[in-house]
Structures are given as C-alpha cells and as structure tokens.
C-alpha cells in the first residue's frame, strides 16, 4: 500500500466523482425492470417457496465458496479489466437464464466468484493487496451495497469499515452479516432469469447490471479509502461528506 500521494489531492473534485460513480451504479438496474416488466418489491414472490426459504443459507454456502476461489485463483488468472468482467457475466447470465431457475441457480455461485474477483481487482487497482484479511472484509462489505435493482439513497453507505484487527473468525462473521442481505439482492437477480422466454435476455441484462454495479460500487468504496490516505482527511469524514452529495442528488426512477 503506498504512502501519502505527494502531489496535493483536490477532495472535493475527487468526492464529485466518486458520487457521480455511485449516482451512475444506481441507475443500472432500471433496465432490467423495464425488461421484464417487474418491481423490485414483487421479485421475490416469483421464485418458488423452497428457493426462497434457502437463499439466505445458500447465499452464506456460496459467498464462504466464492471467497475461496477468488483468492486461489488469483495466482492461476490476473485480474482483467472491467470490460471483460462485464462480458464474461453478461454470458453466462445468458446461459444461465437460458434454462430457467435451475440453470440460473448452477450459475450463481460461479458469477458470485467473478463478481468478488472483480471487486478484488478494484481493490488492486487503488493499491490494496487484496490477499490482506483488511482487503478482504472490504471486498465483503462492498457485497454489502443494496444492489442494482434495489433504490439507495445513499444513507445506507457501508463505506467505513470497521477499525480492528481482522482475523479469520472476523471474516466468517461478516459473511454471516452480510448474507442475508445478498441473498434479496441475488434473489432478485434468480427471479429476474427465471421468467418464462425472456430468461436468456433477461439473464444476461441482469449479470451486465449486476457486475457494472458493483465495480462501480467498489471504485467508490476504495476511491474512498485512497482519498482518506492521499488528502490526509479522516475517512469517517469523506463518508459524511460523500453521503451528503448523494443524499443531495435526484435519485433515478424506478
């Protein structure tokens, strides 16, 4: 991780961008509703009952997988750029969509990796190391953003990660924290793919939101720790001053 930036760092331009990057997450979603012809409310009431009931557990299953082979396959695959990722999830949520929930539920677990490895690559691109257990519990909470098919105004920033020493035990109970809130937003990304005909179309517009917003996401969220180190001002501070910028912004329609 390298030191303070010694060129002077203009917060309030950087603050700007980073709220114009969380603005621009935000409005992904609205076209995969507009696709199927949804609500993000009533999403859920699609799937059948004994997918609903074990999302949260699968989700947990899936996210303690995902952290596995996302950190073990980073000396086998580099990290690619944002485009690739895009592409690559935009496929296989096709695939995925192609044969209905069952399908899309194989696919899940392995386009939740791609989503984490990209957030990883993030995470390097702002020189973090994200083999360190820190890193790693940042890459977590970026997880923990409400999802591209869910409104966020703003307020529900988890952009301050918690200030201790992150050990394994940590790390299991953040996953357990944050599942249960992945496992609304994925669930809407199954109930998205499962539509009868449009599955194909859908699986692939709901992969390509889902994976735009949360390297976007994670641009803000380690744009955020990098300012803190550059400009030298307490991070809760550029929070605060970042959630005032969004509160403050119209919220796209859904």
């Known amino acids: 991780m390298t030191t303070h930036s010694l060129i002077p760092v203009d917060v309030d331009a950087a603050l700007d961008r980073l709220a114009a990057r969380h603005a621009r997450a935000g409005g992904l979603g609205i076209q995969v509703l507009n696709l199927i012809g949804g609500q993000t409310e009533s999403l859920l009431d699609r799937l059948p009952a004994p ?54 539920l194989a696919e899940l677990p392995i386009t939740t990796t791609i989503l984490l490895r990209a957030i990883q690559g993030v995470a390097a691109e702002y020189d973090f190391d994200p083999a360190a257990k820190n890193v790693q519990f940042d890459c977590l909470e970026v997880f923990s953003a409400a999802g591209p098919l869910a409104r966020d105004d703003g307020a529900d920033l988890a952009f301050i990660s918690t200030r201790l020493t992150v050990t394994g035990p940590v790390l299991h109970g953040l996953i357990a924290r944050v599942a249960p809130r992945l496992a609304t937003v994925l669930g809407q990304k199954l109930a998205a793919q499962a ?60």
């Not at 699968?58 to 950190?71: N, Y």
């Not at 992969?207 to 809760?236: C, M, W």
């Open 195 to 254: 539509v009868p005909v449009l599955g194909a179309v859908a699986g692939a517009a709901t992969n390509y939101a889902y994976t735009s917003y949360y390297q976007e996401i994670a641009h803000v969220h380690f744009g955020l720790r990098k300012l803190a180190i550059d400009g030298d001002v307490p991070q809760a501070e550029l929070a605060q001053r970042l959630r005032d910028r969004l509160t403050r912004q119209p919220m796209p329609r859904r």
């Open 51 to 104: 997918v609903r009931d074990r999302l949260g557990e699968g989700t947990e299953a899936a996210l303690h997988w995902a952290m596995k082979a996302a950190q073990g396959s980073r000396g086998v695959v580099g990290d690619q750029p944002g485009w690739m990722n895009t592409a690559v999830t935009t496929a296989m949520g096709a695939a995925g969509g192609f044969g209905g929930l069952p399908s899309a």
